[in-house]
């Protein structure tokens, strides 16, 4: 028997087809072993030896492994085809080798395929290789450097900074990048500037909209019209003059189609068109490589999708073509095939780009067996590799110079027209920022055509900072700047989120406090670990292993003398040292400078206290430099304006005196919640608190909001029918209603605090009916003719769907409730069981046949006592 070990279950059933009965394929699920999260799993000392754990999800994996290798005389490894691949059939062996599963004369290959087709598949098992331990020891010293900087950093960290989680080697880079871009915005001078817009018309009252460039024999650059008071001048001016054309400029300009996707301009047009995260992104495309279901076979519909190459296979080029012909016909098809070539910063041109394994296969045949986020990426990667080989968008560029007739000042329109829309008849790519538009269409002019002035509009502008990065644009960064690799973008990007470092708002990343504390850190005591340019450098190191040029011991043993260095120093700095540093790198950010001259840091509760930057349980904080005298406290403001989550003990906002006791609002690290009075110390109790309801904003909360909430819960009345009462509260998971030892959760729009009791009643009735039609059947198809039991219809939390013993199937949406037979029920139910694999129960001609045989053991005994006798 020949065994083939991929990653993934999807993969495995898909190459077992393939491959036929001759193969048995199983899946790893993923890494097998990894280094365990514990002191000494990499030794520096012991020349940077690591130590590996298979998880405890993969023991059940290795066994399954284990045991179909004792059946195999050849072993193909064909996990995915980059480093991680190679380390992942390369940990398989060890593990093998480790529980002695290996036989003397097994063969063991390594064979790669970059799409999962019949012929890719078929091919590779032609051309086994061994495994490449280049590309295994990149990967080890790649994971080997994560590990020394997390295992070794995060501990400084969490001393240095509390409420600071962890610090990752290429996460704190992109991190940083976020935290500049802020820094930056932070710090623009808005610029006020003007400038002027001519609207004009031809002899046919043809519309010219042009702008104002020259006055009195001067070009006007961007700030020569800097106030209100110089561009209305020159505007009451414009209005006297007549006008006329001077000169008309006409050119065409062609544009080149875009290369095929790679990882990265995936995830970056994937973000801009289809509105998906780097993830989610990853997860589909993961989904379309390894296999979807089309007509009873399983197909793998894209190439690999963890790549930097932009080059394309000639026999996919040659499919292209002939696509591009039969769809949009010959004078599409350039002369010659386009060849593509790599421009990011340490690409690896190992991989093709990504692309549909068969041109034949438009989204519109597709459409049927994918589901809708499928069929949007899928057409996405199908339309971008069919018009990289179709022929260039040829526009025509007008430009219209236009003069007073005096020759006081000059103008200009331009615009641009389609001649022959080449790729753009399938695909344009999208942009992260708009630009000026200059797709207008002009009317037709000639030199000295007179035009009709319409009106004058001077305009105010002000100059912007740089946008904040957005998913694609920061990929798009890291790319640039070679930071990272493309199938570790997306992981990146969701570190960050999870560890609280930055948040999405309106799809442009804002650092939080937690980010930017971390950032200021790294930056100010590991200064040259978080330099882009260093880390790029690494990344070039690693290609360097790769390609067998560099030994990836003498990388690591580099890298770790210097860091274990600095790590030492910082670990001996004085934490009342780190704070000031933090104080003055973070100033203008936590103390900008004020309108009125006054000094930011100036303490407002005290007479001579300065401000300064506090660390606590949960992050940053400002006090007062006269604590315990002075017990001024106030949240950090984060980047929207809102305040970050930190220590409990932050200034709270009075909202006023409730029976002598001061109400404030405050915020904890869950959010935002009331309390009355002060915890007073040696008493056993406690101040009365609650939270607000979700929904509901810090700035709403007034004092009679708040006492009644601190009332909660309140009797509404009493249930007409029960003779109970009704109270409503707030809970754990929001407003709710209590009646008869029930809890009913108060629907959106309703208010906790006014509700009466007649929409109290209407709401507990209708979740009852809700409660009672979810257990009572839409309707009774019949009795299934095998065991006579009920097959009925019911409406469940995932739709309506038919349900007999135990087998639920979801009924179609082509399919009516009322419509449906028995037949069509059963053929629905047979097939939901097949799928899951359920064992379908006994029918009653089973138990028939099964019945007699229990009947005629006891007649053969009575035979043989009277052949006895």
Not at 390 to 403: A, G, H, P, S
Not at 505 to 532: A, C, I, M, Q
Request: charged content about 30%.
């Amino acid at each position: 028997m020949k065994l083939v070990i991929v990653e993934s279950p999807a993969k495995s059933k898909t190459i077992n087809k393939y491959l036929g009965n001759d193969y048995n394929v199983i899946a790893s699920f993923g890494h097998i072993r990894d280094l365990p999260s514990k002191d000494g799993s990499v030794r520096p000392d012991d020349d940077f030896a690591m130590t590996y754990e298979i998880s405890d999800k993969s023991v059940k994996h290795v066994k399954a492994i284990s045991d179909a290798v004792k059946k195999a005389d050849t072993i193909y490894l064909a996990t995915d085809p980059d480093r991680e691949g190679e380390a992942i059939s390369w940990h398989i062996v060890e593990a093998l080798k480790e529980r002695k599963s290996l036989k003397k004369d097994v063969k063991i290959y390594r064979i790669v395929f970059h799409e999962i087709t019949k012929k890719a598949v078929t091919e590779a098992i032609t051309k086994p290789r061994d495994i490449d331990m280049d590309l295994v020891n990149a990967q080890q010293a790649r994971r080997a450097l994560d590990y020394l900087v997390g295992f070794t950093l995060s501990p400084v960290l969490w001393r240095k900074l509390p409420g600071c989680k962890s610090a990752g080697r290429v996460q704190s880079v992109a991190l940083r990048l976020i935290c500049d871009r802020e820094d930056e915005i932070e710090r623009f001078i808005t610029q006020e500037y003007w400038d002027i817009k001519v609207q004009l018309a031809t002899a046919s009252q043809a519309p010219i909209l042009a702008t104002l460039t020259q006055v009195e024999g001067k070009k006007l650059d961007k700030f020569d019209l800097p106030n209100k008071e110089k561009a209305t001048n020159i505007a009451s001016q414009l209005e006297k003059k007549q006008y006329q054309v001077a000169s008309v400029d006409k050119k065409q300009v062609t544009r080149n189609p875009y290369a095929p996707f790679t990882t990265s301009s995936l995830q970056q047009e994937a973000s801009r068109k289809l509105g998906m995260s780097t993830k989610f992104t990853m997860q589909i495309a993961q989904k379309l490589y390894e296999g979807i279901d089309v007509g009873g076979e399983t197909v793998g519909l894209i190439t690999y999708m963890r790549t930097d190459g932009v080059t394309v296979s000639p026999e996919a080029v040659h499919a292209a073509r002939a696509q591009i012909a039969k769809q949009f016909g010959e004078q599409y098809v350039p002369k010659s095939p386009r060849m593509y070539k790599t421009k990011a910063k340490n690409a690896q041109e190992a991989h093709e780009a990504i692309r549909p394994t068969n041109m034949d296969y438009t989204p519109q045949k597709m459409q049927q067996y994918l589901d809708k986020e499928q069929l949007r990426l899928y057409d996405l990667i199908w339309k971008r590799m069919i018009a990289s080989q179709m022929e260039n968008v040829v526009l025509n560029q007008v430009t219209v110079n236009i003069e007073t007739t005096d020759k006081y000042a000059a103008l200009r329109a331009t615009g641009s027209t389609i001649h022959f829309d080449g790729f753009y008849k399938l695909y344009n790519e999208g942009k992260d920022d708009e630009e000026d538009d200059e797709s207008r269409i002009l009317p037709p002019v000639d030199n000295g055509d007179k035009l009709a002035l319409k009106n004058v509009t001077p305009a105010q502008h002000f100059t912007e900072p740089p946008p904040r990065y957005g998913e694609a644009s920061l990929v798009k960064k890291m790319e640039e700047l070679g930071i990272g690799r493309p199938s570790t973008y997306s992981s990146i990007i969701s570190v960050l989120q999870e560890r609280d470092y930055v948040k999405l708002d309106k799809k442009r990343f804002l650092p939080e406090e937690r980010g930017r504390l971390v950032t200021s850190f790294l930056v100010n005591f590991f200064s040259k670990y978080v330099e882009y340019n260093f880390t790029a450098h690494l990344e070039d190191e690693l290609d360097h292993i790769s390609a067998g040029e560099l030994d990836w011991k003498k990388v690591l043993s580099d890298f770790w003398k210097d860091f274990n260095g600095t790590i030492g120093e910082v670990k001996e700095r004085d934490f009342s040292e780190i704070l000031e540093i933090l104080n003055k790198s973070l100033e203008h950010h936590i103390f900008p400078p004020t309108t009125d001259g006054k000094d930011p840091r100036a303490c407002p509760s005290c007479s001579d206290g300065k401000l300064s930057l506090r660390l606590g349980k949960f992050g940053g904080f400002i006090a007062c430099s006269n604590y315990p005298e002075c017990s001024y406290k106030r949240q950090v403001t984060t980047a929207d304006g809102t305040s970050d989550d930190t220590e409990g003990g932050v200034e709270p906002k009075l909202l006023g005196i409730d029976d002598g006791l001061e109400v404030t609002l405050r915020k904890g690290p869950y959010g935002y919640y009331i309390q009355k009075g002060e915890a007073v110390k040696g008493s056993k109790e406690k101040p009365k608190r609650t939270t607000i309801p979700t929904g509901t904003q810090p700035d709403q909360v007034t004092l009679e909001m708040a006492i009644s909430l601190l009332s909660l819960p309140r009797t509404i009345g009493t249930h007409p029918e029960t003779a109970k009462d009704i109270t409503a509260g707030l809970g754990r998971f929001g407003p709710y209603l209590l009646h008869d030892g029930k809890y009913t959760s108060l629907p959106k729009g309703d208010d906790l605090l006014t509700i009466g009791i007649n929409r109290a009643v209407a709401i507990l009735a209708d979740a009852k009916d809700k409660a009672k039609s979810k257990t009572e059947p839409l309707r009774v198809i019949g009795k299934h003719p095998e065991d006579n039991k009920d097959v009925a219809i019911f409406d469940g939390r995932y739709g309506v769907y038919i349900s007999h013993s135990k087998i639920n199937a979801t009924l179609p949406k082509t399919m009516a409730v009322e419509d449906i037979t028995m037949e069509q029920a059963i053929a629905l139910l047979d097939a939901q069981a097949e799928k899951k694999g359920i064992k379908k129960p006994a029918t009653k001609k089973a138990k028939a046949k099964a019945e007699p045989a229990k009947k005629k053991a006891p007649a053969k005994k009575a035979t043989t006592k009277k052949s006895a006798k």
